[in-house]
């Protein structure tokens, strides 16, 4: 590739990247579906209740989804698509590959949905849905969410490899990122909080226990009592796919994540960097000591996020993990869709 070519990718991504934390939202609203499928909410509910019964990680795993498809061209579901001979999907993406997990649980909300009220939800207002209730099964928040997203007629692993922060962040990165989709310090801080559920691998911290920063050592901010038991679940030669909890508390979505940062007993170095960084330090302090303000302000970073969207031209896809079969060549304006009217593209 042409140097100048190299310059000005970087480029076009913020440009495309304040596109889509632009693109209005005014067609989300809340109860969408309450004429074409007044039993949705309960549907996700009922499922994500039923797995978190079989497996108490599997609502954090699919929680993590939110993130993970709206930062990369907004909330479209892009990365529930399963890689096709054309199209390299999201789900190898270097943030995803061996790491998103749970993807059933999303197949089967979608079968209960298609049972009740073929092709009228879409597996991106699925994946609002379903995190929504992670949170609130798990002791967490309740909030009412904007609904009407189409799903994407395509991935793209390359957007996601560019966009998606490394473990290895550290807080004025994570700000810089998190402020291009318009979400602030405090958003981002919150949002973190989502890390109070699940866990996260050995190979996402052995840099920190082993060789922070090519140091040789490991991160100074661990307390060092913390660092023995880490050092003993990820030994340098062990198996890097063990899994750790992210706090001390991982099924339970509370404050106690703030606390542990606060105490050095954060897992990742992107969470422990929030306590490092005095911009960030002050929501971590807030937060630890007051869980209704952490509570508040998740609700609010989870709602901006979940309005980020492309304006690209979408559908409402019959399976999670594949485009529909074309038939026309119609396509909607996600922008355009009138209230309460959902058209899917056969
Ligand atoms: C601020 C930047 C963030 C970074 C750098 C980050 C990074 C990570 C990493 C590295 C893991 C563990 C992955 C593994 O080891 O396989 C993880 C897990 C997780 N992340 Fe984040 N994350 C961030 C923000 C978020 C946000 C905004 C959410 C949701 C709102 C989220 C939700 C989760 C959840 C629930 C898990 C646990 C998943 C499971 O148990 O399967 N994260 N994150």
Redesign the pocket.
Known sequence: MATNQLMIMPLLLLIFLLHIASVASSYLQRGFYSNTCPEAEFIVRDVMKKALIREP?SV??V??F??HDCFVNGCDASMLLDDTPTMLGEKLAL?NI??L??FEVVDEVKEALEKACPGVVSCADIIIMA?RDAVALTGGPYWEVRLGRLDSLTANQEDSNNIM???R?NASA?IDLFHKYNLSVKD?VA??G??S?????C??IIFRLYNQSGTGKPDPAIDPEYRKVLNKLCPLDGDQEVTGN?DATPVVFDNQYFKDLVSGRGF?N?DQTLFTFPETRKFVKLYSRHQNEFFEAFVEG?LK?GDLQSGRPGEVRRNCRVVNARRTHLLLESPNIMENQHVAII
Not at 197 to 201: A, S, T
């Open positions: 990680r954090a795993s929680m993590r939110q993130f943030s061996n790491s997990r749970s995190s922060p490394s473990p962040a994570l981002l949002l973190s989502s890390h559920i699940g866990q996260g691998r190979f996402s992210l990742l992107s989870m996020m």
